[in-house]
């Protein structure tokens, strides 16, 4: 276990995850966020750019947490849906530099879905959040 309270799981025989986890374990308080997409708080997108509104997704993500006194260290899982994989892909380089200045270096378990669409015809991305507060 972490300071945090977290254990990170990665079988010894698997290679190495590159930013992201394979499992976490935790004890202590859980926190959810619904599906957070990169508008701002007055559900304004301010870009198109998928970087752009993958960077405000996780800004948005990080003060939900904060409500509850989360902070992106207690994050155990993120799911993220979006509308193009090969976006995705081609700019993990770009990606990778907005998630370190938002979240740092702690990588939860992860998921990604590529969806046909999202609600807000704007949306790019869509990222849902488990933390977990130790107790």
């Given amino acids: 276990m972490t300071e ?3 254990e990170f799981l990665h079988p010894a025989h698997w290679k ?7 499992g976490v374990a935790a004890t202590g308080r859980m926190v959810f966020t619904g599906g957070i997409i990169g ?18 997704a996780l800004r948005s ?5 904060a409500c509850a006194g ?13 509308t193009d994989k090969r976006e995705y892909l081609g700019r993990l380089k770009e990606l990778g530099r907005a998630y370190k200045a938002v979240i740092g270096r702690h990588y939860p378990a992860m998921a ?6 999202l ?3 704007r949306a790019k991305v869509e990222i849902e959040a488990t933390a977990v507060i130790p107790a």
């Fill in 119 to 121: 609600v807000e015809d």
């Fill in 112 to 117: 990604l879905v590529q969806v046909v669409a």
């Fill in 39 to 56: 508008w701002n708080a007055d559900q304004v997108f301010e870009t198109d750019d998928f970087v752009g509104q993958a960077e405000q």
């Fill in 70 to 82: 989360a902070r992106p260290e207690h994050l155990v899982r993120l799911t993220w849906y979006v």
């Fill in 4 to 6: 945090t309270g977290l």
């Fill in 16 to 22: 190495p995850a590159i930013g992201y986890s394979n």
């Fill in 61 to 65: 993500i990080v003060e939900v947490l």
